[in-house]
């Protein structure tokens, strides 16, 4: 090679490297410059790094927006900037890919700006959504009926935020396929169309379980002030809290009944079978259930004001009869210090009788038949014990009168005799009103024979040893008349 052939070698080559640096030099400041030049529009504007802040519900630290986008274009830039200087040295390996590269990258750009498009559109509406959710929610004062916790954060802007990312699910399956992401749409698609399916329905049931809701509370207020208007709460302690009252407990049940189909109803909206069908066999037997307990109810109430008003009748009845002087006269009390009367015991006897022959026909109302068994055999086990008890009294009035009749001959063995008798009547009596109660009746009858043989054996022995010289005199005169 002679040196004119290297001479116009070294010029050539020269020149593409002069030129290359020159667009080097040009590109670099021409890309630091406009990416400086739009992250100086963007610092002027503070609102944009809050809305991309609130966009990506940052908080605690702040994303600065404007140096991530002054890099990006600086980067981008440079990139174009360095494939025109490999294109000056005629670097064409080089260049090839990078040509490729840049293609994409321009042939995506209008996708990326549809894509921001869709996006900012949805996060406007996104933010109108949540602002008149939070305004509705407020206006019905949702907040102060669901009694949020101290300290949570409050239900409604939990709705909100619900509300608002759903307007971004809504449209996530456009921004993907507006950035051509084919495979991530499908599935956010089919996701996206069961949602919708479902919405309707699940719109369809919070409106109902709303409006139940709100009826079922209105529905407890007037049966609570219906049942405090007819003096029900008397029927417990009057000094109790006001939601321990039986008004209130009773319109709380109430709410309860009515707010359980509501809930069964909203849900078979949604399709969910598997929960509401044993919730609705629940309700049916429950649903049931209710009239047999308000009857039950009903039978315990009256019982219990015409118990209350027989027992009052009772006691006055037997305080003017004179029943405490009279049982005091037959020796059976002693009045004095006694802290509740005959008369008192015998009225709370009649009301508790009432009430317990009440709850029997409740219990049977109730399909409780054990319950019903049971009570049963403890009225007639109380009924015996009564009757014996009476039988007793009767035996101690009895054997009282009889030893005061034989005292009152006034003979030598008036007050043994009296003492016989008495006792006698009274183990009687008190053999007859134990077998009465049913207890142990074998060990009665014994002891009862034993006690009557005892007595026959005393008085005979007695009788022979008193008429011991009645007896010799007889005999003695017998033999004489036999030897006359």
Excluded: C
Aim: glycine share 10%; net charge positive; charged share 15%.
């Amino acid at each position: 090679m002679d040196s004119f052939a290297i001479s116009q070698f070294i010029s050539l080559y020269l020149t593409k490297i002069i030129g290359a640096i020159a667009i080097l030099v040009i590109g670099l400041l021409l890309a630091k410059y406009i990416a400086s030049g739009i992250g100086k529009l963007i610092e002027k504007n503070p609102k944009i790094n809050g809305w991309v802040n609130k966009f990506f519900g940052e908080t605690e630290r702040e994303i600065k927006f404007g140096r991530i986008v002054v890099k990006t274009i600086y980067y981008i830039l440079m990139i174009f900037v360095i494939t025109a200087v490999f294109e000056a040295l005629g670097f064409t390996i080089l260049t090839e890919p990078l040509n490729k590269f840049l293609g994409n990258i321009s042939s995506f750009i209008p996708q990326i700006i549809g894509a921001v498009m869709l996006l900012a559109v949805a996060w406007i509406l996104a933010r109108i959504v949540k602002f008149f959710v939070i305004k509705g929610l407020m206006l019905v004062k949702f907040d102060e009926k669901m009694a949020v916790e101290e300290g949570r954060a409050p239900l409604s802007q939990a709705i909100a935020e619900i509300a608002y990312w759903f307007v971004f699910l809504i449209f996530l399956p456009g921004i993907l396929s507006a950035l051509s992401l084919g495979g991530i749409l499908q599935p956010v698609q089919n996701m996206l169309n069961k949602i919708l399916s479902v919405l309707p329905n699940l719109i369809g049931a919070g409106l109902v379980i709303a409006i139940g809701w709100f009826i079922a509370g209105k529905i407890r207020e007037a049966a609570a002030q219906i049942l405090r208007s007819v003096g029900i709460d008397r029927i417990g302690k009057e000094e109790v809290e006001e939601k321990n009252r039986l008004s209130e407990i009773i319109a709380n049940i109430v709410y309860v009944l009515i707010l359980i189909p509501v809930l069964v109803a909203g849900l078979d909206m949604i399709g969910l079978s598997a929960v509401t069908r044993p919730a609705t066999n629940m309700l049916d037997r429950v649903l049931g259930f209710i009239p047999n307990l308000f009857s039950a109810f009903v039978i315990i109430y009256v019982a219990y004001f015409i118990g209350r008003l027989l027992g009052d009748l009772v006691s006055r009845v037997l305080g003017k009869m004179g029943i405490e002087k009279l049982l005091a006269d037959m020796g059976l009390i002693t009045p004095e210090g006694a802290k509740t009367t005959i008369s008192v015991m015998a009225g709370n006897f009649v009301k508790i009788a009432i009430v317990f022959f009440a709850a029997l026909e409740a219990a049977n109302i109730l399909g409780l038949d054990m319950l019903a068994g049971l009570v049963d055999q403890f009225i007639v086990l109380v009924g015996h014990i009564i009757l014996g008890l009476v039988i007793i009294g009767v035996g101690l009035y009895i054997a009282q009168l009889v030893a005061a009749v034989i005292s009152s001959k006034k003979s030598a063995s008036s007050d043994m005799l009296s003492t016989i008798a008495r006792i006698s009547i009274i183990v009687l009596a008190i053999a007859m009103g134990l077998r009465q109660m049913g207890i142990a009746n074998e060990i009665i009858n014994m002891a009862f024979g034993f006690t009557i043989g005892a007595v026959a054996v005393a008085a005979a022995i007695a009788f022979g040893i008193g008429g011991k010289e009645m007896a010799a005199k007889a005999l003695a005169k017998l033999e004489k008349k036999s030897e006359e």
